[in-house]
């Protein structure tokens, strides 16, 4: 597979959609192996308290392991919490255990607390331009968020430059997508001007029935170019790959669902920002 070129600076990706189920742990961890497999150097910063993320990659997040928790409460240098996956060498994880279920009520005494997760990003050596750091940057960050708009997800939006939000093609797809894309002005009025909702991706897309292609029809329509032209199909290989701890791109690389990441993963990269450069 024919590499991507790598961007000017880091890109920050959150994945965020307030709705439990729609695939946003499934996108994070499949589009973060796909980037690795073009050639990119990708860190996963798991933001969930069920480690779901952490799972799916293979990474350990018991109790106690160094975590998201350890960067966001304590103020430990992300660098230190930063794990190295087992199917790619250029793909990094920082794992979240469930001692970060009790940071978001931890962070509301802390000061500057919707701040946390940026400082510790910024602050990574490797995050940055190509002209400050070099070959070793990492040129994605994504950050998979927890499905509620609490402090954790607000730590997100404050953190990113980009928004992916996977919606699943499925009747109720646009229902909460208002209060989130709410927050999203909220967050760029006050805390991020630079956030940009960049990305839609269609998820568990199933092309035999009618409803799938009504949403989908209805979602483009709605968002426009943001939406990547690849939709994820549903596939129970992406549903299993969590299971071995793998990825779908690893677990069954010529699978629909493997195939489907890695080019919505190669339009991720071609479009947007990667040509346009660093963000403010
Ligand atoms: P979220 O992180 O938004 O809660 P997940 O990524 O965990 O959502 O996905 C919810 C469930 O749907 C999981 O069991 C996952 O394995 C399954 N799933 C996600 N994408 C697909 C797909 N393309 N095909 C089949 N199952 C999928
Ligand atoms: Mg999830």
């Known amino acids: 597979r024919p590499a991507v070129p790598r961007p000017a600076a880091t890109r920050i990706f959150v994945v965020a959609n307030q709705k439990g189920g729609v695939g946003k ?49 304590d103020g430990v240098p992300l660098e230190e919490v930063v794990a ?25 005494s802390v000061v500057a607390r919707e701040n946390r997760l940026k400082k510790a990003i910024t602050g990574h050596p490797l995050v940055g331009s190509a ?7 990492f040129d994605y960050v994504i950050v998979d968020c927890p499905p509620s708009l609490g402090l954790l997800t607000l730590n997100a939006l404050v953190a990113g430059d980009e928004m992916l939000i996977p919606i699943q093609a499925e009747y109720y797809a646009l229902e909460g997508l208002g209060q ?6 909220m967050v760029k009025a006050h805390l991020n001007p630079g956030l940009d909702v960049s990305t839609i991706l269609i998820t568990m897309y199933d092309a035999r029935t009618r409803l799938a292609a009504g949403v989908a029809e209805e979602v483009r329509e709605h968002f426009g170019p943001q939406v990547l032209r690849t939709a994820i199909p549903r596939s129970v290989r992406v549903s299993e790959a969590p299971s071995y701890g793998q990825t779908v791109m690893t677990y069954d690389p ?24 660093a963000s403010a």
């Open 180 to 185: 989130l894309l709410e927050t999203v002005e």
């Open 131 to 137: 002209e400050d750091i070099g070959e070793d940057r």
């Open 84 to 108: 190295v996956s087992e199917d790619l060498p250029n793909l990094f994880v920082v794992p979240a255990t469930i001692d970060l279920a009790g940071a978001e009520i931890e962070l509301v």
């Open 25 to 73: 742990t499934t996108s994070t961890v499949n589009v973060a192996a796909a980037l690795a497999q073009l050639g990119q150097r990708v860190l996963v910063i798991d933001l969930d308290p069920q480690g779901n993320a952490s799972t799916a990659l293979g990474i350990e997040h018991r109790r106690g392991t160094p975590s998201t928790y350890d960067a966001l409460v």
């Open 254 to 277: 010529g699978s629909p669902g493997a195939l489907s990441y890695l080019e919505a993963a190669r339009e991720i990269a071609t479009k947007g920002r990667a040509t346009t450069g």
